[in-house]
């Protein structure tokens, strides 16, 4: 392993930050691992535009929108190492929920059906939205699956501790 730190990007796509949340939840041995990367993207990273030369992402939450396709395939024509991180990415879990009613139906429930004061389906600031929510492997190629909702902390650390020593993360292999 060279002394070269990894640069290291988390995504959030359709998720709901709880695999976030568990990366934060190493606690202080995320100190030794912020030690050997440099984050280069990520939610509270104020880069406009996902970077070139990524080595590794971590890539939060499902497919579910027109954007968020541009966004992964960009992510992974850019990135070494993609990691769906957790059960929404890695199979699409509760964002897949909404498929057997489709996304007209969410839409209207959510804009229509829910909302008293000015009803109308957003036009400009949601997305549009992908007939089905997808796992990423389904769109883009996945170098490393980690499952959980949301994945451990330790498993998480796991995963970033043999990616940090050159070692291709195993996750299966901690579940015995």
């Avoid at 990423?136 to 959980?148: A, K, N, S, Y």
Wanted: aromatic share 4%; proline share 7%; glycine share 6%.
């Amino acid at each position: 392993m060279t002394d070269r730190k990894i640069r290291l990007a988390t995504v959030w796509l359709d998720g709901c930050s709880g695999c976030h949340m568990s990366l934060l939840d190493t606690d202080e041995r995320l100190i030794e691992v912020a030690k050997r990367v440099d984050v280069v993207w990520g939610p509270l990273v104020d880069n406009k535009e996902f970077p070139e030369g990524v080595d590794v992402t971590l890539v939060e939450g499902a497919i579910s929108s027109v954007e968020d396709v541009h966004r992964i395939k960009q992510v992974r024509a850019r990135t070494g190492i993609l990691i769906s991180l957790g059960d929404c990415a890695v199979t699409g879990n509760v964002s897949a929920m909404r498929n057997r009613f489709g996304a007209r139906a969410v839409l209207r429930r959510a804009y229509l059906e829910n909302d008293t004061l000015d009803a109308q389906i957003p036009r400009q600031v949601v997305p549009e939205l992908l007939p089905m929510a997808r796992p990423v492997h389904e769109v883009v190629p996945v170098d490393v699956f980690v499952p959980g909702c949301p994945p451990s902390a330790d498993l998480i650390f796991s995963v970033l501790s043999d990616l940090l020593e050159g070692k291709r993360p195993n996750p299966a292999a901690i579940f015995g």
